[in-house]
């Protein structure tokens, strides 16, 4: 008997400890983040991970710092450790697939965004499944994809980058990106007439869309 009572004051003693570990990481965490000391957060956060188990919401954040630093391998990495606990979870498989892209590695980021815009049905991740299948030289697939884009709703929200030229980007709508897009895949295709009217389209959302001004001029 006082061995099981002692037994299970040791694994009271345990808990406890273990709880008094965990608050005093978080509290370094979020003292860390008031440092702006990155590298104390991210070994804080493993040593989380390490208490809570596999299951740790803190893998997620740690995805998104990873992110957030541009270390797109250890994102990918960590993103592709949560999809195994949860294979439809939308925002990692984002992150996977951003990341693959900017790691080169195309043709992986292609299938993840596939994967994922089947899942959300979400202009953006259709926008960007697209331009990948473009830049696969998959044309057919990405002009059936941006066609498909092209009739969902959005907010509005959402800007996408272009790079003008060597020194210059411009931020623009996803709203006129997304003709855009469809105009470049329409030039692919040789589809001259369509792809004139889908810059045009670009430029009646956003007049000052240098890119789409540029390829009007071409075709006209």
């Given at each position: 008997?006082?061995?099981?009572?002692?037994?299970?004051?040791?694994?009271?003693?345990?808990?406890?400890?273990?709880?008094?570990?965990?608050?005093?990481?978080?509290?370094?965490?979020?003292?860390?983040?008031?440092?702006?000391?990155?590298?104390?957060?991210?070994?804080?956060?493993?040593?989380?991970?390490?208490?809570?188990?596999?299951?740790?919401?803190?893998?997620?954040?740690?995805?998104?710092?990873?992110f957030t630093s541009r270390k797109y391998a250890s994102c990918f990495l960590m993103a592709s450790e949560?999809?195994?606990?949860?294979?439809?979870?939308?925002?990692?498989?984002?992150?996977?697939?951003?990341?693959?892209?900017?790691?080169?590695?195309?043709?992986?980021?292609?299938?993840?965004?596939?994967?994922?815009?089947?899942?959300?049905?979400?202009?953006?991740?259709?926008?960007?499944l697209a331009k990948l299948q473009l830049a696969m030289k998959k044309n057919e697939e990405a002009y059936?994809?941006?066609?498909?884009?092209?009739?969902?709703?959005?907010?509005?929200?959402?800007?996408?980058?272009?790079?003008?030229?060597?020194?210059?980007?411009?931020?623009?709508?996803?709203?006129?990106?997304?003709?855009?897009?469809?105009?470049?895949?329409?030039?692919?295709?040789?589809?001259?007439?369509?792809?004139?009217?889908?810059?045009?389209?670009?430029?009646?959302?956003?007049?000052?869309?240098?890119?789409?001004?540029?390829?009007?001029?071409?075709?006209?």
């Amino acid at each position: 008997m006082l061995l099981v009572v002692s037994l299970m004051g040791l694994s009271v003693f345990a808990q406890s400890g273990k709880e008094e570990s965990i608050a005093i990481e978080k509290e370094v965490i979020r003292t860390a983040k008031q440092m702006g000391d990155p590298n104390v957060v991210t070994y804080s956060m493993y040593k989380l991970i390490a208490l809570e188990g596999a299951n740790s919401t803190y893998k997620d954040s740690l995805a998104f710092i990873y992110f957030t630093s541009r270390k797109y391998a250890s994102c990918f990495l960590m993103a592709s450790e949560i999809l195994k606990r949860d294979p439809n979870d939308q925002g990692m498989l984002e992150l996977k697939a951003v990341s693959l892209e900017q790691l080169g590695a195309l043709d992986k980021s292609m299938e993840t965004f596939d994967e994922l815009f089947a899942i959300s049905n979400n202009n953006y991740h259709g926008y960007s499944l697209a331009k990948l299948q473009l830049a696969m030289k998959k044309n057919e697939e990405a002009y059936t994809t941006i066609k498909k884009v092209e009739g969902l709703n959005d907010q509005g929200t959402i800007k996408v980058t272009f790079s003008i030229n060597q020194t210059h980007t411009q931020q623009i709508e996803l709203l006129a990106a997304i003709p855009y897009l469809k105009g470049v895949i329409e030039e692919e295709l040789k589809k001259n007439p369509e792809a004139k009217l889908s810059f045009e389209k670009a430029l009646k959302i956003q007049p000052e869309f240098v890119l789409a001004k540029e390829k009007l001029d071409k075709l006209n």
